[in-house]
């Protein structure tokens, strides 16, 4: 199957700071989606980004499938933004399943 | 629109003893994956539904299984329980589980096997 590695895995910031989360993923797909884990378990969508670039506040992201990576971005952090953000990648061969990286754990402090 | 429904939301089993899960998919959705997630292995992919038909099939033993209903509502369970099924079992919808179709969450259902 296709290999989805995130970096960093942990990521500590102070309130106000900005951060940049990257996905890399081993083979061609058509499509990736990021997710934030709340503190209750549940995959919150930040993202279905295919390519090219999307916004949504202070947070952004960008996907160049060609080169096979895309980027989170996340500007003035708030506590708030604590938690896991995941990508997940999906390939037209394997219907309806995910292929997910491990993770990022985010902490903002205050 | 509701969002994906999981429920239960936490369950303590013994070893041995069976479980069933279930998950009501967003309206309209017809696709139905299930997710187990641990601290070890992050999440891996059980299988998907789509019209009442397992479509994909994760790398999990037999004592997993799933099936979907005509109304989309799909059931997961696990028989023979052994403590490493404890885990966060997350289920998820989109409209036809292709490439070009976003998938959401539910809030998922947290197993504990004493």
């Known amino acids: 199957g296709i290999q989805v590695e995130q970096s960093p895995p942990d990521l500590i910031l102070q309130e106000g700071a900005n951060s940049t989360l990257r996905c890399n993923f081993s083979d061609s797909v058509n499509n990736l989606q990021w997710f934030h884990q709340n503190p209750w378990g549940q995959l919150i969508n930040l993202f279905y980004?295919?390519?090219g670039t999307k916004q949504n506040g202070r947070l952004s992201a960008t996907t160049v499938a060609t080169e096979r990576y895309s980027l989170l971005y996340i500007s003035s952090s708030q506590t708030t933004d604590s938690g896991v953000y995941f990508c997940?990648?999906?390939?037209?061969?394997?219907?309806?399943?995910?292929?997910f990286g491990r993770g990022t754990q985010l902490t903002v402090w205050p | 629109k509701a969002g994906v429904t999981q429920t239960p939301r936490y369950l303590i089993k013994t070893r041995g003893q069976q479980v069933t899960l279930s998950c009501s998919p967003i309206?309209?959705?017809?696709?139905v994956s299930w997710y187990q997630q641990t601290p070890g292995q992050g999440l891996q992919f059980l299988f998907e539904?789509?019209?009442?038909?397992?479509?994909n099939k994760g790398n999990f033993p037999g004592r997993f299984s799933g099936r979907q209903f005509s109304n989309s509502r799909s059931e997961m369970n696990v028989s023979t329980l052994e403590l490493g099924d404890s885990a966060h079992y997350l289920c998820?919808?989109?409209?036809?589980?292709?490439?070009?179709?976003?998938?959401?969450f539910g809030q998922g259902t947290r197993l504990t096997v004493v």
């Open positions: 998820a919808s989109s409209t036809q589980g292709t490439a070009n179709t976003e998938a959401f």
């Open positions: 980004i295919p390519s």
């Open positions: 309206s309209g959705h017809r696709s």
């Open positions: 539904y789509f019209s009442e038909t397992q479509r």
């Open positions: 997940a990648v999906i390939r037209g061969s394997t219907l309806g399943r995910l292929y």
